[in-house]
């Protein structure tokens, strides 16, 4: 129940911005500094457990400061008393009290948002999400590209269609399934389809502008806002949803790579991600963001991941309960998210900012906790180590669960909660690594794309089960694979038997041109080895062969390739 003291924000009143807020409740860049804490109320511990007050519950004080002017705004009044209780005023203090928190309806709309029934094919689903505009964008880049490098070499070049693009994608999705160490082999067994697939598409290098200056996601920036917008268009989470931070495995040379130890990958991309975590829908991804180094602002960058997503996913003021691991939770963060309706559920570090530090628990099953008059608890409960608690949805109330070898065992309530809430992003995860379409790459968005390919495939997979369907991934990926292989091929123009252009040039494409010699490259400009790129090694060489138009190392490389059993 709303208190009478926080009045009812209408449609059309303002709404207190998020950087004043968050700006004004922490000071530093970290949350997890060791800065002096507010100190605790001692008389605290000499209050009896007796049911509080209407007046202890509100969010908002009653001091005199806070008193309603007739010719102040609105949306001010409420947005100065609000703060007048943040974590960091007077006004918050941490009690001997249970908690009761701030209870909110739900008046969300999830479920699938585009035209889609239960008898839909993986293909229809999957097409809500890779639309005709991305693939007419990839086609249209890949040729521009094409026309404005190097327009003078005399290999031959056939524009790409958006049919060969879907093949192609779904052939990724059948490496993914069944390894191979070439694409090429990848087509073999599907009848009408040639041998070989060596043309590859490519997102542009060019943009207009300063682009490439401001935005460090340039190349792909088209390609993310497509899909992000068809990820929080297609399909709307349930009440809870989690956040959290994934890596994307890259060992190149990118500026904003990041090493984290706790991850498998260990260094890579990393990627914030809001997910559904319950239902059938469990793990789809609603709203992502690809961290691309430190932002400037008075926000911590744990708080600006949590409110950019859920802003950006329209999330805010619609009672969603949101679960966070202890990098986001902060007492700063789960109250602006009270102000904006929103439940949050989170394991704690207790050295952050406002946090009380008088729980205690000594024996296992032991449990502490605090609350505040804002319906914040901090609870604290011995397992094999001490687990700490925030949450602004739940009570210290401890409930009977079973464990794996069958006895029963006494945990509290949001602990519970957050093992099942937090599994969103993990199985998120899970489901896209089982069958990667993901390859070694020296260039960081060829890598970025097909992570963001398999996020839109486990998505369709996602709203394919939440239609009613029981299918798994595996056999979901195949009959999606097909399905895209064979509607599109026969739109691809037919080719001689054996398939298309080989890497390697053909004896005839040689004659009566220069002999192939050693020369230096124009310019002497640094250029790729071709021979050490297709293995996968980064070598730059000043020399070149002018028959065959390639880079090629002086020593080693320069015979291999002229040695082929095809070259004369």
């Given at each position: 129940m709303e208190s009478p003291n926080h009045p009812e924000r209408g449609p059309r009143e303002p709404r207190p911005s998020t950087s004043t807020f968050l700006s004004e409740s922490s000071s530093s860049e970290d949350d997890d500094t060791g800065d002096e804490l507010i100190?605790?109320?001692?008389?605290?511990?000499?209050?009896?457990?007796?049911?509080?007050?209407?007046?202890?519950?509100?969010?908002?004080?009653?001091?005199?400061?806070?008193?309603?002017?007739?010719?102040?705004?609105?949306?001010?009044?409420?947005?100065?008393t609000w703060n007048s209780n943040a974590p960091g005023t007077p006004d918050f203090r941490w009690r001997r009290r249970e908690n009761v928190p701030r209870k909110y309806s739900f008046s969300g709309t999830p479920g699938v948002k585009v035209d889609l029934a239960e008898d839909s094919s993986p293909l229809a689903v999957y097409r809500e999400f890779i639309t005709d505009e991305l693939i007419d964008f990839i086609v249209e880049e890949t040729n521009r590209l094409r026309r404005r490098t190097r327009p003078d070499r005399r290999r031959r070049w056939t524009p790409i269609t958006s049919a060969e693009l879907h093949v192609y994608l779904g052939l990724r999705l059948l490496m993914g399934i069944n390894k191979k160490p070439r694409l090429a082999f990848t087509g073999r067994g599907i009848q009408g389809w040639p041998c070989q697939f060596s043309r590859r598409p490519c997102l542009?290098?060019?943009?207009?502008?300063?682009?490439?200056?401001?935005?460090?996601?340039?190349?792909?920036?088209?390609?993310?806002?497509?899909?992000?917008?068809?990820?929080?268009?297609?399909?709307?989470?349930?009440?809870?949803?989690?956040?959290?931070?994934?890596?994307?495995?890259?060992?190149?040379?990118?500026?904003?790579?990041?090493?984290?130890?706790?991850?498998?990958?260990?260094?890579?991309?990393?990627v914030y991600k809001l997910s559904a975590s319950d239902g059938p829908c469990a793990g789809y991804t609603a709203v992502f963001k690809i961290y691309t180094g430190k932002e400037q602002g008075s926000l911590p960058s744990s708080q600006k991941a949590v409110v950019d997503l859920m802003e950006e996913g329209d999330f805010f003021w619609k009672g969603y309960t949101v679960f966070v691991d202890n990098w986001y939770t902060s007492p700063v963060l789960f109250h602006f998210l009270q102000s904006r309706k929103t439940g949050a559920v989170g394991t704690v570090r207790l050295n952050r900012r406002h946090m009380t530090r008088d729980?205690?628990?000594?024996?296992?099953?032991?449990?502490?906790?605090?609350?505040?008059?804002?319906?914040?608890?901090?609870?604290?409960?011995?397992?094999?180590?001490?687990?700490?608690m925030l949450?602004?949805?739940?009570?210290?109330?401890?409930?009977?669960?079973?464990?794996?070898?069958?006895?029963?065992?006494?945990?509290?309530?949001?602990?519970?909660?957050?093992?099942?809430?937090?599994?969103?992003?993990?199985?998120?995860?899970?489901?896209?690594?089982?069958?990667?379409?993901?390859?070694?790459?020296?260039?960081?968005?060829?890598?970025?794309?097909?992570?963001?390919?398999?996020?839109?495939?486990?998505?369709?997979?996602?709203v394919y089960k939440y239609l009613g369907n029981r299918c798994e991934q595996i056999d979901f990926r195949l009959d999606l694979a097909m399905s895209i292989i064979n509607s599109f091929l026969p739109d691809i123009e037919p080719?001689?038997?054996?398939?298309?252009?080989?890497?390697?040039?053909?004896?005839?494409?040689?004659?009566?041109?220069?002999?192939?010699?050693?020369?230096?490259?124009?310019?002497?400009?640094?250029?790729?080895?071709?021979?050490?790129?297709?293995?996968?090694?980064?070598?730059?060489?000043?020399?070149?062969?002018?028959?065959?138009?390639?880079?090629?190392?002086?020593?080693g490389c320069f015979e291999k390739y002229h040695s082929q059993k095809h070259l004369t």
């Open positions: 100190p605790n109320d001692d008389s605290a511990s000499d209050i009896d457990y007796e049911a509080p007050s209407d007046d202890d519950l509100d969010f908002v004080s009653h001091s005199l400061d806070s008193t309603f002017d007739s010719d102040e705004p609105l949306s001010v009044h409420v947005n100065k542009a290098r060019e943009m207009r502008g300063n682009l490439k200056r401001m935005d460090r996601l340039w190349k792909l920036r088209e390609v993310i806002t497509i899909l992000g917008d068809r990820f929080r268009k297609v399909f709307t989470p349930d009440r809870h949803i989690s956040i959290d931070e994934s890596l994307w495995k890259f060992r190149g040379r990118l500026s904003f790579r990041t090493y984290n130890p706790s991850k498998r990958a260990r260094f890579g991309i990393k729980l205690k628990v000594r024996k296992r099953g032991d449990v502490d906790s605090r609350s505040s008059p804002t319906g914040m608890l901090a609870l604290s409960w011995m397992d094999v180590k001490q687990v700490n949450s602004t949805v739940h009570t210290s109330h401890t409930v009977e669960v079973l464990r794996r070898g069958g006895s029963m065992v006494s945990k509290p309530e949001c602990v519970v909660a957050y093992n099942d809430g937090m599994k969103g992003v993990d199985l998120g995860d899970q489901l896209a690594q089982s069958y990667p379409s993901v390859r070694r790459s020296l260039k960081w968005y060829k890598k970025i794309f097909f992570y963001i390919y398999d996020l839109a495939t486990v998505n369709s997979h996602s080719y001689s038997a054996r398939g298309r252009p080989s890497t390697l040039p053909s004896p005839s494409r040689f004659q009566g041109r220069t002999a192939h010699i050693v020369r230096e490259t124009p310019g002497r400009k640094y250029r790729r080895c071709f021979l050490c790129y297709r293995a996968g090694r980064r070598k730059m060489t000043r020399t070149v062969c002018p028959a065959c138009e390639v880079s090629l190392c002086t020593y």
